[in-house]
């Protein structure tokens, strides 16, 4: 049995280790959103139901022999593709340039072109592995259970998960991960080679496995022992618990990764504790009690509406432990259900297929169904009320000899599962009498609400990206050009703006500048812009482009604006990685506000980043980072790309006031004199000039970056308060810089 756990094993572990790889190659090009995961994912469950597929046919329908040598002919092919691969590009996973975007539309379907090209048959041979193995272990083993070589394929792909956050991404390179794996993979083909080996020599010629009958785990008193072919009642029911389960997994991935940052942390921790219900539910039946498991589906969603209420204010802790209990109990009573109606281990090939094909359509309706069904994410609450659902028909099938004061018990915790899958709907109905639009895309949820109606004065349109507010504009016409949100004067932008135009003055020049701006939300920096100014916004989405466009009336920062207006679509780094081919934009201040809800686009804060974004500078002008986030602290981070690029560094925060909110801006200079005038010490921001103690603990690069190092633990409070970080000495500047002098007149 060794040599067929060891290679279950290696192909789990390769099959789950290379996914959170695949989608961090993918991210940077495709906006460095949740949905950039949950389209992988559904690739994965495609090729998944593909190698299911082949296994089930192959298991039926060929002789031991024929068996062996077809998959070792697939094996070499494979194994050929990846050598092939390496030699031409330099690595064996990486995709070339010529799969980045041209543009927005269809991202989900070019995404999944991208994968099968770079990594599908190496991946569709991993996906084979563990049926195939499983009925070949049936075969040359009749008198030993295959279905714990199936837990034994979960604690594989488990450790692979769990491992890469934590061991892997924070310390080694995209490169050489690609390398590891591709090792790995030939280690795997020997493992295989072991396995086939053993099947030939043990295996009879017949085409059907010598497999002891096993009884449906629920079959009625009376009902003949001997295995019966599952019918179409018993497919289907295989069919939605995978499907539900599925649904869960990945409408919670995307609710966490939405409010923090899309990478493998927080990708892998669903799928993890996923993974965690299959070792559980398949290992032994006794695993899974309906009792316990219903009860604590209830308690969970009852914390997941809490954590939904509480919004960013709960502590990402907290967060990830309400929705990964919720997860847990909902995954594990599908997956429960789903053992208990598993058939004898001759169709275990078609069992794990429809199990596959279950996965694929959950995966379908999260990435293709829901987004034009819904204009929020309905998805998570419907699935957890599915979950309950299967968990109240569950209970509903008590024992015969049942004590009054039992059945009693589990009519109640019956009644409890559906009063608790009624509410759910309370997760994503909040705020919908103040919607007044709604809309999703690839790049997640935009609604405006009207807030405030009552007070003339503070009635204003608000836009939200999920959990966060973008920004807002009043209604009355005399307000709607006030400067709100994170744009007012006072924040790190507008003091940026204020000293490049009091700086210029002074030199008597034309005060007009030249700014760049990455993210665009209502467009309410357009207000801090003044006449003869030039403004490029870079917006990804192209429902914020309209709404800030004034679709539908709402918000008009743009139309008002005396400045001269551009609005450039796409991955904000990918358009002025191009726009850099016809020369540098001279920006005066280029100013980065990229959030997707909460979460922050990765690859638009590495260290290559941040080369172009000086590459687009004029010469004294400034980076202003928006780096406000509940979870994150971005400071390090910020200050170890200014130590690398010789700037000074500032940190702006602002606390809410009026038409402000508080905000967190570092600003980064070439001159150790642009934060000692006046501007930045008059108005009610505190400014802090901020080094680095000693060598960064980490940088972010796009070869090695990871949100794990980036989190703040809750009591830490404010940004800034690393034991990293310290203020500049104010008698000499810490890095080397030019002196500030005049520029050339325009």
């Not at 099947?199 to 295995?227: D, I, Q």
């Not at 018993?234 to 966490?256: G, H, Y």
């Not at 939300?521 to 917006?539: K, P, Q, W």
Request: hydrophobic share 50%; net charge positive; aromatic share 10%.
């Amino acid at each position: 049995m060794v040599r067929y756990a060891l290679a279950i094993f290696t192909s789990a572990f390769l099959l789950f280790g290379v996914q959170p790889l695949a989608g961090r190659y993918a991210l940077p090009w495709y906006g460095g959103t949740p949905a950039v995961w949950t389209a992988c994912m559904l690739f994965f469950q495609a090729v998944l139901l593909a190698g299911y597929a082949y296994a089930h046919a192959v298991a039926s329908r060929l002789r031991p022999r024929a068996q062996a040598f077809v998959h070792l002919g697939l094996l070499m092919v494979a194994l050929g593709a990846l050598a092939a691969r390496a030699s031409w590009t330099g690595s064996p996973l990486a995709p070339g340039d010529g799969w980045r975007p041209v543009d927005e539309h269809l991202p989900v379907l070019r995404l999944m072109g991208m994968l099968a090209a770079t990594l599908g048959l190496p991946f569709f041979v991993l996906s084979t592995t563990g049926p195939l193995l499983q009925s070949w272990f049936a075969r040359a083993r009749p008198e030993r259970s295959p279905y714990v070589l199936y837990a034994l394929s979960n604690a594989g792909s488990l450790l692979a998960l769990l491992g890469y956050p934590f061991l892997v991404e924070p310390w080694v390179g995209r490169g050489a991960q690609a390398w590891g794996w591709a090792v790995g993979f030939v280690v795997f083909v020997l493992c295989v080679l072991a396995c086939a080996r053993d099947l030939l020599r043990r295996a009879p010629a017949t085409n059907v496995p010598e497999a002891p009958a096993e009884a449906p785990a629920e079959a009625p008193t009376g009902a003949s022992m001997a295995p019966a072919r599952p019918g179409v009642g018993r497919t289907l029911t295989w069919l939605a618990l995978s499907t539900c389960a599925s649904v869960l997994l990945l409408a919670t991935t995307n609710k966490l990764s939405q409010d923090v940052a899309a990478g493998p942390f927080l990708w892998v921790m669903p799928l993890a504790v996923y993974l965690v219900t299959f070792i559980l539910a398949f290992s032994r039946e006794s695993f899974y009690a309906r009792t316990p498991y219903s009860v604590g589906l209830i308690a969970s969603v009852v914390l997941v509406t809490y954590a939904h209420k509480e919004g960013p204010a709960l502590g990402l802790g907290w967060q990830v432990l309400f929705h990964a209990s919720a997860l847990f109990t909902g995954a594990m009573v599908c997956h429960g259900e789903l053992y208990r109606r598993r058939p004898a281990p001759r169709y275990l090939s078609a069992f794990y297929l429809w199990v596959s094909v279950g996965g694929v359509l959950g995966g379908v309706f999260v990435n293709l169904v829901a987004p034009a069904l819904f204009n929020t994410y309905w998805e998570h609450p419907l699935a957890l009320a599915a979950c309950c659902a299967v968990a109240f028909v569950g209970l509903m099938r008590g024992p015969k000899e049942e004590t009054p004061t039992a059945r009693t018990q589990r009519l109640l915790r019956g009644a409890m599962l559906v009063g608790v899958a009624v509410h759910l709907p309370v997760l994503v109905a909040t705020d919908l009498e103040r919607v007044r639009f709604a809309a999703r895309n690839f790049f997640g949820v935009v609604r405006v609400l009207e807030l405030s109606p009552e007070d003339p004065k503070q009635h204003q349109y608000a836009l939200r990206h999920g959990a966060i507010t973008h920004g807002w504009q009043y209604i009355r016409p005399e307000r709607r050009n006030i400067p709100t949100a994170y744009y007012t004067k006072d924040t790190g932008l507008g003091l940026a703006l204020a000293e490049q135009r009091r700086w210029r003055q002074a030199l008597g020049l034309p005060t007009h500048l030249r700014v760049g701006m990455l993210g665009l939300g209502v467009g309410n920096s357009a207000t801090l812009m003044a006449a003869g100014d030039d403004v490029r916004f870079y917006e990804i989405n192209p429902v914020i482009i309209d709404l800030a466009r004034g679709k539908g009336g709402f918000f008009s920062t743009l139309k008002d604006t005396p400045a001269h207006v551009e609005v450039v679509e796409g991955d904000a780094r990918i358009s002025l990685e191009q726009e850099l081919e016809h020369g540098s934009n001279q920006f005066d201040v280029l100013a980065l506000d990229v959030f997707s809800s909460d979460a922050i686009p990765v690859h638009l804060l590495t260290q290559e980043a941040v080369a172009l974004y000086l590459r687009h500078l004029a010469p004294h002008g400034v980076l202003a980072l928006h780096i406000s986030n509940q979870h994150l602290d971005l400071v390090p981070i910020s200050l170890a790309h200014a130590r690398a690029h010789g700037l000074t560094a500032a940190l702006v925060a602002l606390d809410s006031e009026g038409d402000a909110v508080s905000s967190a801006w570092m600003l980064l200079s070439p001159d150790k004199e642009f934060f000692g005038s006046s501007t930045f010490h008059a108005g009610r921001a505190r400014v802090r000039r901020l080094v680095l103690r000693g060598e960064p603990e980490y940088v972010w690069t796009d070869e090695r970056s990871s949100v794990l190092q980036a989190l703040r633990p809750r009591a830490q409070g404010r940004a800034g308060a690393d034991p990293n970080v310290t203020d500049a000495p104010p008698e000499a500047p810490s890095l080397p810089v030019q002196p500030r002098v005049e520029p050339s007149a325009p």
